[in-house]
């Protein structure tokens, strides 16, 4: 059996990237995790960036985002769409989800049955990314206002 984790083309240039590391969303101070930590909220992937998708999971009541690079953009497409289906669920349980083949640029996932999350509250990457950056202007705001500046 072969899981996300541990599948050939879960890789760039030839190292793994699976999981990937993390770092918080809050810019008020640098904080960064490593492992198959948190559950899944967000993936985005974007046409201009063809072979990176972008995560974002909760843990410890905090956002944090990573990148999973590759070197085959139809993959990292197919993982984007596989990982659509995941929302809500732990990324150890997504690291151990199967896949049966990638053959002949067709990507058959093995779905174990689960709830499908099909609308996450951010209707594009576009509205997502907007939404992150109006949250840390506002922190920032709010910080320098509590520092008399």
């Known amino acids: 059996m072969v899981t996300l984790r541990s599948h050939p083309l879960m890789s760039y ?3 793994p990237n699976w999981p990937p590391s993390w770092t918080s969303t809050c810019l008020k101070e640098k904080k960064t995790l490593k492992g198959e930590v948190g559950i899944l909220k967000h993936v985005i992937r974007e046409d201009q960036l063809p072979t990176k998708c972008f995560l974002v999971i909760e843990y410890g009541n905090e956002a944090y ?3 999973v690079i590759f070197d085959n953009a139809t993959f ?3 993982i984007h769409d596989l990982l659509q289906h995941h929302h809500g669920r732990s ?3 997504i690291g151990d989800l199967s896949l049966l083949s990638f053959v002949a640029g067709e990507f058959r996932p093995f779905l174990r049955s689960a709830p ?3 609308n996450p509250p951010f209707r594009s990457s576009a509205n997502f990314l907007l939404t992150l950056h109006r949250t840390h202007i ?3 705001t709010r910080d320098y206002q509590r520092m008399g500046k």
């Open 138 to 140: 506002k922190n920032k």
């Open 65 to 67: 985002m990573g990148c």
């Open 76 to 78: 990292c497409e197919q």
């Open 91 to 93: 990324m150890k349980e």
């Open 13 to 15: 240039r030839g190292i």
């Open 116 to 118: 499908f999350f099909s």
